[in-house]
């Protein structure tokens, strides 16, 4: 190998380096957005705030992010591609429709409890409408995911896998029910329930469901 050889080679290895830190930098700086959002109302947030839970300069947020709805738009952007990810597989599984069924109820559940700033951004959006581009393609997203999952509880309905029900209403109320407990985690008070707990209160109240939603052959 020459030498020019050698320092392309150098100069490869050196690009790849630099290519693997400013990601890891990225994955830092998204994370410690996500964590103070699941705490905090967007507007309360600085670029402080987020660069000291980081371990980084403010200055290294806005070279990789450029402005705060920059990064609250790349928050936005990543915790939407896990939740999409997640429920779609959910709904395209290869199992029976009560089995889909039941499953997409607990990767949803899942996505809230791993990843608490959905809540936080689908309680204020619910409270004051959205506000940014941000909020509304996060509410526009979820509509989209909350019709999929509608057409889920329809098709259970259409196989005689569970009795007949308004799978728009259905879909609703459980849409609402998750929220709902899943924001028990997040309280400040009293009210508080680990997300441990959490988890076991949906699966014993989906059993529940379930069970009175399936039908049963008559009896003679």
């Given at each position: 190998m020459d030498d020019a050889e050698r320092t392309d080679e150098r100069s490869t290895d050196a690009a790849a380096r630099g290519s693997r830190r400013r990601e890891r930098t990225r994955a830092l700086v998204l994370?410690?957005?996500?964590?103070?959002?699941?705490?905090?109302a967007a507007e309360e947030i600085r670029v402080e705030d987020v660069a000291a839970a980081a371990g980084i300069s403010p200055a290294s947020v806005y070279v990789h992010f450029g402005t705060k709805?920059?990064?609250l738009a790349a928050v936005a952007e990543r915790v939407l591609a896990v939740a999409t990810e997640a429920l779609r597989t959910a709904y395209a599984a290869q199992a029976p429709p009560l089995e889909r069924f039941a499953g997409v109820g607990a990767a949803y559940l899942r996505l809230l409890l791993d990843h608490p700033a959905v809540?936080?951004?689908l309680t204020a959006t619910g409270e004051r409408g959205p506000?940014?581009?941000?909020?509304s393609e996060v509410v526009t997203r979820f509509g989209e995911?909350?019709?999929e999952f509608e057409e889920s509880i329809r098709d259970a309905v259409g196989s005689g896998a569970i009795r007949e029900v308004d799978p728009e209403l259905m879909s609703y109320f459980l849409f609402g029910a998750w929220n709902g407990v899943a924001?028990?985690?997040l309280r400040r008070d009293a009210l508080v329930l680990a997300p441990e707990r959490v988890e076991l209160a949906v699966i014993e109240a989906g059993l529940t469901l379930l069970d009175g939603l399936m039908l049963r052959p008559p009896t003679t």
């Open positions: 994370d410690a957005a996500e964590q103070l959002l699941s705490r905090r709805d920059g990064l809540l936080k951004y506000r940014t581009p941000v909020e995911l909350r019709r924001a028990l985690a």
